[in-house]
């Protein structure tokens, strides 16, 4: 699965690997966190699509799929999704309604024919809009 978000926070790197396990969150049932204890492996790449000046477009590609995987693993590295509130991500642009992540490719081998097929989406209305905002920010 390849996903494109935006993330608080200039990241640095053009592109890296985030290996860390994640499990359960002790303090909140209804998180999860990057955790030795009880964690299950997990890996995301990434690689940075374009930069502005509070924040980063990213697209993410998992090799592992735990739940939350993405969410915990940028706020990890200090850069949580924007409109992300659960994993402390804020979108000070426009009113998300939640985390600007979006699913856009998914591979998967037919059970049957076991042919690959790949489903993109494109990329939704407020996406575009926030995108056009962070340009127009990031030239002032």
Do not use: W
């Not at 396990?21 to 299950?40: L, N």
């Not at 850069?79 to 309604?97: L, Q, R």
């Not at 985390?99 to 049957?112: D, G, I, K, M, N």
Request: charged fraction near 25%.
């Amino acid at each position: 699965m390849n996903t494109l978000l935006f993330v608080n926070g200039v990241i640095d790197a053009e592109a890296g690997k985030i290996s860390a396990p994640i499990g359960r969150d002790p303090r909140d049932r209804q998180r999860m966190t990057v955790t030795e204890e009880h964690g299950k492996d997990a890996v995301t790449h990434f690689i940075v699509k374009e930069r502005f000046k509070n924040s980063t477009f990213i697209e993410c590609r998992l090799e592992t799929g735990r739940t939350h995987q993405i969410r915990v693993h940028t706020k990890y590295m200090k850069h949580p999704i924007m409109g992300d509130v659960k994993y402390g991500g804020t979108c000070p642009y426009m009113d998300t309604e939640g985390q600007v992540l979006h699913a856009y490719q998914l591979t998967l081998v037919h059970p049957r024919t076991g042919q690959t097929m790949t489903f993109e989406a494109p990329l939704p209305e407020y996406f575009q809009k926030l995108l056009e905002i962070l340009r127009e920010d990031s030239r002032q």
